[in-house]
Nanobody, 126 residues
Framework: QVQLVESGGGLVQAGGSLRLSCAAS????????LGWFRQAPGKEREFVTA????????VYADSVKGRFTITRDNAKNTVNLQMNSLKPEDTAVYYC???????????????????WGQGTQVTVSS
């Protein structure tokens, strides 16, 4: 069982930066691939990025590639999302998620993740 708590959301102007963090508690944190999803008002939740248990493999949605960076610290049981060059369309509730990693292929769909945080709001003003 893994519990996830996100932090770092807020209001920022377009072009600015935010850093989201997700603190995990529970057993065997380093066994899990971790990811971030987001859900904008009136839209379905969508994949943003994921990172392997070792941190050596990452995958990004095309919409954030080159602007967002995911990292993890297994010693601190945290995963971070550095968001740069933010756009109004990045406005959403951002969710941290954990998936037991069975292979080298990272999950990118909701169904592939086992545990979820409650989300943190990110608002980008134009």
């Amino acid at each position: 069982q893994v519990q996830l708590v996100e932090s770092g959301g807020g209001l920022v102007q377009a072009g600015g930066s935010l850093r989201l963090s997700c603190a995990a508690s529970g057993r065997a944190f380093s066994w899990y691939a971790l990811g971030w999803f987001r859900q904008a008002p009136g839209k379905e939740r969508e994949f943003v990025t994921a990172i392997s248990w070792s941190g050596g493999n990452t995958v990004y949605a095309d919409s954030v590639k080159g602007r967002f960076t995911i990292t993890r610290d297994n010693a601190k049981n945290t995963v971070n999302l550095q968001m740069n060059s933010l756009k109004p369309e990045d406005t959403a509730v951002y969710y941290c998620a954990a998936a037991i990693q069975y292979s080298t292929v990272l999950p990118i769909k909701e169904v592939g993740f086992d545990y979820w945080g409650q989300g943190t709001q990110v608002t980008v003003s134009s």
